[in-house]
């Protein structure tokens, strides 16, 4: 793992500090461009082995519908996030 940067220590300081994260990426069959690009954030995050997706919630293909993506904290997020 490199270096953390400032905008991730804060991602992952959250992250302890609330007992995970949440985005969202769809809302009524609609993509939300600010939770996309949450969401490729916290995946490359996932990626580093610092945060793990726990759950995928709702359906984006539903009328009145939302896709949520939960992620929570790795042991080696947690020393990252100081």
């Known amino acids: 793992m490199g270096k953390v940067n400032d905008r991730d220590r804060e991602l992952l300081a959250r992250a302890l500090r609330e007992g995970g994260l949440s985005v969202v990426t769809h809302r009524r069959q609609e993509a939300i461009a600010a939770g996309v690009i949450e969401h490729r954030r916290l995946n490359r ?18 009328p009145s ?6 992620y929570r904290l790795t042991a080696k997020g ?3 996030a100081g």
């Open 65 to 70: 519908g939302e896709l949520r993506y939960d």
């Open 78 to 80: 947690a020393r990252a």
């Open 45 to 62: 995050l996932c990626k580093e082995g610092l945060l793990e997706e726990d759950r995928v919630r709702g359906d984006r293909y539903a």
